[in-house]
């Protein structure tokens, strides 16, 4: 069979490939590799390498396909429509499968669109290959079942996009490229939870250490790799696990710098762990640090304190290792004071990247329900589920977004700076160029000349 794989891409958007937006589907590549090994022709669609629809609509019609598989974020959703639409006036014998997040969270919601033919929830790497033997034959909402033994999954096929990834960071060389080790996440912040455990169950699968070597090695010797990102929810939440990736990494001569997500408890609770990461090449850590207000942290349920995220900044510094700090503003119940609380510790911390956030509700979580169940949500079409701190648009009910945009300023420039850029943002492109002769440009490309000017002391 010919199986067209599509990723929308939308938190991105068209036209995002080459800025930096070109991080790999994960699942669409095992997929992939799944597919392949099967003996089915897989043709590969992403919409951040088109410039617009028409480009969309145009390589559906020239595409030959039996089946397009589409990975479905809740982002993506009104586009994934809108490419079934596409795929069904090509002709409506073709058949259109979705699966993903949206779908295993807002199953209803999905079987509404008429033009989805089957619908995966959960995961589909076992499942799959049945269902499209017998496509025919096969139900319209089809449960995935959960693989228990990730070693024994192909990794992720790399000609979707042999050229690496973008890295975020600096002292990570390209290519550069983005790995998973687990699926599942034991923490219980109610932004997230409990859609991870509806998605991935309540037992957190691991590779083994040497499985994941094996890909590396892979990865350096087919594609030349020169950097990586373990980009799983929290890669350190099993500290001993982490210890055995070090040591089989150093012991297969893989001298190759890195980056993982952790948290400040385990940070904290477990010594010696960042500098064990750092000897074997961990030069950046991705922190959720979320709020500087400990009731903040307490009502989302994140299982850290101020003091806590205070210490493990700390002990990343003397470990010799960047980190980049992700946190929220905006969250329910929030007062401006607590926000400000944020920005007072994020300049404590001084991280060497700032990645502040909108609170999103998200679908599938506990303050999703929360905010659906008290009326709070203003989102109103699937775009509106980006994260963008500054141009992302309002989530809420309650929240001064104005505070917000002069808080994600003032977290990363300071008081004083980030309020003069505050106000040149809110002013849009015409104040720009009064600064930056010759710059032009929707507020995107505002924050980007902003960001540009400050990088250098951004922290």
């Not at 890295?167 to 991870?196: D, K, V």
């Not at 940070?267 to 960042?274: A, P, R």
């Not at 648009?393 to 300023?409: C, E, P, S």
Request: net charge positive; with cysteine.
């Amino acid at each position: 069979m010919n199986v067209f794989l599509i990723y929308p891409g939308m938190a991105q958007g068209f036209g995002s490939f080459e800025r930096g937006g070109d991080w790999i589907n994960h699942g669409l590549g095992i997929i992939s590799a799944i597919l392949k090994k099967e003996g089915h022709r897989v043709d590969y669609l992403d919409l951040r390498q088109l410039s617009g629809w028409p480009e969309v609509t145009q390589r559906i019609q020239e595409t030959p396909f039996d089946a397009a598989l589409i990975s479905l974020a809740t982002v993506d959703f009104d586009a994934a429509v809108r490419i079934a639409q596409a795929v069904k006036t090509k002709s409506p014998a073709l058949k259109v499968i979705v699966g993903g997040p949206h779908p295993t969270l807002m199953t209803d919601e999905t079987a509404a669109v008429k033009e989805f033919d089957h619908i995966f929830t959960r995961e589909a790497e076992v499942t799959l290959p049945g269902v499209i033997r017998d496509l025919g034959r096969a139900p319209r909402l089809i449960k995935g079942e959960m693989p228990t033994d990730l070693d024994a999954l192909p990794f992720v096929d790399r000609s979707l996009s042999p050229k690496g990834e973008s890295a975020l960071w600096s002292q990570l060389p390209g290519p550069f490229f983005t790995i998973t080790g687990s699926r599942g996440c034991m923490y219980n912040c109610t932004f997230c939870q409990p859609a991870e455990r509806l998605m991935f169950g309540m037992k957190i699968r691991r590779r083994s250490a040497g499985n994941i070597v094996s890909e590396l090695e892979s990865l350096r010797k087919d594609y030349g790799m020169k950097s990586f990102m373990i980009h799983d929810d929290c890669f350190t939440q099993f500290p001993a696990w982490a210890e055995e990736f070090c040591a089989a990494k150093k012991q297969r001569g893989l001298d190759i710098p890195f980056v993982c997500q952790s948290r400040a408890d385990i940070i904290c609770n477990n010594s010696g762990l960042m500098a064990k990461l750092a000897d074997a090449g961990l030069k950046w850590v991705m922190i959720g640090f979320e709020s500087g207000s400990d009731r903040v942290l307490q009502y989302i349920r994140k299982g850290v304190t101020v003091e806590e995220n205070l210490r493990a900044a700390k002990i990343c510094r003397e470990a010799g290792v960047k980190i980049f700090a992700n946190y929220m503003f905006g969250l329910p119940t929030e007062t401006e004071a607590e926000m400000r609380e944020t920005v007072r510790m994020i300049r404590a911390i001084r991280p060497d990247r700032c990645s502040p956030s909108v609170f999103t509700p998200a679908p599938g979580s506990h303050l999703y329900d929360e905010c659906r169940k008290e009326q709070l949500i203003l989102v109103s079409n699937s775009s509106g589920y980006r994260r963008d701190a500054l141009i992302g648009g309002a989530k809420i009910k309650g929240v001064d977004y104005a505070a917000v945009q002069r808080m994600v300023f003032e977290s990363i420039y300071g008081p004083a700076r980030g309020r003069m850029y505050h106000m040149i943002f809110r002013a849009g492109s015409r104040a720009l160029r009064v600064l930056y002769p010759g710059a032009a440009g929707p507020k995107s490309q505002v924050l980007r000349v902003l960001w540009l000017a400050g990088a250098d002391d951004a922290a």
